[in-house]
């Protein structure tokens, strides 16, 4: 029999306190409100990146479970679905509530099993945080509409209602703020949820699940299991889950969407991205080249809307020995160290580094031998500049999705423009210019759905929607605001008569027209 754990507590995220030296617990599945060791024999190492520790070990959660997992969410949904907005509202307010009590805790499990900064840990947490507070508001953003009188003493309105079940599968770099752009807006809109977390860092869901139970969430309302391949391909597949929320890769985002759309359902995929600053010689050049160094390196580039590539038009081209100067001045370290500028990344980087390199690139700045004392077994890469990359070169046409930033020179703005419309991906670009004509005409040229203008990583708040575009996206129905809500609902349209009805005007088979 499986291992049951305490109903409001995993026992998870105390096994994984830095104070505890006992073997690395395994992750337990959230199924029908109770924390249960998965029976499945196979499990995966959690590797804290800085030391390569093993953390935690996360379960291929077997087919049994996983269908446990979906009836529960599909016995939970009557009663969530009638249950008031406002009352599912209440339960989302004590949510951020208690995320925020425990956000320290959040942010040191996603530093020992992602890498990233506590300080970025912290903002990771505090993104997805805006979320739920953001579904606290869900009465207003469900609202339905009301036409009176559209015919002779009939009115119609429209209704939207929750879909049944719904799932979500996770990536690794974000592992709180993306579990967060997903369960709360479809929780509180009525549905039920099964989480798939990244396999890499599931420890955050975990305790968000925790905090969400403790807030009040109904047993099976959330879900989560763990796994790779065969549990997503279980969800993409399953008759009772209705829609599919995914961020993560290209390739897999692309066969998710494509075998759960066989399957009738909706599915929203985010996926990766090559994001673009065009830099026009009259921005501000201090205020710029931060921002560049930031929106690069931050996260070790592992944030989808990190900057991977700058275009410098014209004279701007001078600028890039400041940037190698200021890029290093950054400090690489273990993320929980004080001074950390940059965690640590993987070891793919630097092919693609090298890649450039031999395609003909300068490297400005080589970040790949980097030693961190004390983490010498840590998979570091240091902030790295390649210098003359062209749009044919691999480092260009691959995602690096580390801490790389390319540059390329364009002889003219538009030139610039080009280059960036020409790229397969759309989630982001941005502009540094002190000048409003430009800002004008590449906020309606470009060709990416979320623009910055003299702003690095133009990520909207949750009143807006995340927009990504091109091969960034698939769906037509993005990540939170408006669109998050809409995704995660359909509508019901009501046409309603009251009036009194003559007895004797006989039978008309035409067509009912409002004329
Ligand atoms: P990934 O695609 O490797 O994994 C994401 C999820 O998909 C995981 O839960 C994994 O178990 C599952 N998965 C992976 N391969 C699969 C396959 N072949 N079949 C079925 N399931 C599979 O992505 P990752 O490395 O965890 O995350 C990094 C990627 O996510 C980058 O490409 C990044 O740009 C992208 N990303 C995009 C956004 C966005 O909003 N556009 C946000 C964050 C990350």
Redesign the pocket.
């Known amino acids: 029999r499986p291992q049951i754990f305490s109903l409001r507590s995993s026992g998870f995220s105390t096994a994984t306190s830095p104070s505890n030296k006992q073997d690395p617990p395994r992750v337990p599945n959230l199924i029908g409100g109770t924390f249960v060791d998965s029976q499945s024999s196979s499990s995966i190492d959690v590797i804290n990146p800085a030391t390569q520790e093993v953390v935690s070990q996360v379960p291929l959660t077997t087919n049994e479970e996983f269908k446990a997992a979906v009836s529960a969410a599909k016995q939970a949904f009557p009663s969530w679905r009638n249950t008031p907005v406002t009352t599912r509202q209440r339960v989302m307010l004590k949510f951020q509530e208690l995320i925020r009590r425990d956000i320290d805790k959040l942010a040191h499990n996603i530093t020992t099993e992602q890498g990233k900064t506590l300080k970025d840990a912290h903002g990771d947490v505090f993104r997805g945080l805006e979320v739920v507070e953001h579904a606290c508001g869900m009465a207003t953003l469900q609202m339905g509409e009301y036409v009176s009188n559209v015919s002779s003493g009939i009115d119609t309105y429209s209704i939207r209602e929750p879909l049944g079940v719904c799932a979500g ?6 592992p709180a703020m ?1 579990p967060l752009w997903m369960f709360p807006v479809a929780v509180t809109c009525g549905n039920t949820f099964v989480l ?5 860092d599931p420890g955050a869901s975990i305790i968000l699940a925790e905090l969400a139970l403790e807030a009040g969430l109904p047993k099976g309302v959330l879900n989560v299991v763990h796994g ?2 065969d549990i ?2 279980a969800i993409c597949d399953d008759d009772d889950i209705r829609a599919v929320s ?8 692309m ?2 969407y494509s075998r759960a759309a066989a399957k009738g359902k909706r599915v929203q995929s ?4 090559k994001n673009h600053a065009i830099i026009l010689p009259d921005a501000s050049e201090d205020a710029t080249l931060n921002a560049l160094i930031a929106a690069g390196f931050g996260a070790a580039g592992q944030r ?1 809307m990190a900057l991977s590539t700058v275009v410098f038009v014209g004279d701007a081209k001078s600028w890039e020995k400041k940037l190698v100067e200021r890029a290093k001045s950054l400090k690489v370290n273990a993320g929980t160290e004080p001074d950390a500028d940059l965690g640590p990344a993987k070891e793919r980087i630097c092919n693609l580094i090298q890649n450039g390199v031999d395609s003909g690139a300068k490297l400005l700045l080589d970040g790949r031998d980097i030693v961190v004392p004390g983490y010498e077994r840590g998979n570091f890469i240091g902030p790295t500049i390649l210098s003359g990359v062209t749009p044919d070169m691999e480092c260009y046409k691959e ?1 690096i ?1 580390g801490p790389v930033l390319l540059c390329i020179h364009a002889d003219s703005f538009e030139e610039a423009i080009n280059i960036v419309n020409r790229n397969k991906y759309g ?1 982001g670009a941005s502009i540094f210019t002190t000048s409003g004509i430009a800002a004008r005409k590449f906020q309606n040229e470009i060709e990416a759905g979320q623009v910055g203008i003299n702003v690095p990583i133009p990520v909207p708040l949750p009143f807006f929607s ?1 927009t ?1 575009s091109k091969a ?2 698939a769906g037509d129905l993005n990540f939170y605001g408006k669109a998050g809500v809409n995704f995660f609902t359909q509508i019901k349209t009501v046409t309603q008569q009251w009036k009194d009805l003559p007895g004797g005007s006989g039978i008309n088979l035409a067509m009912p027209t409002s004329q």
């Open positions: 599968i996770c990536p690794f770099n974000f993306i798939k977390p990244s396999e890499k790779t391949n997503v391909n995914f961020v993560g890769s290209n390739t897999a985002g066969h998710i985010n996926m990766g991205a989808c995602e999705f989630n995340f990504g960034s996206f």
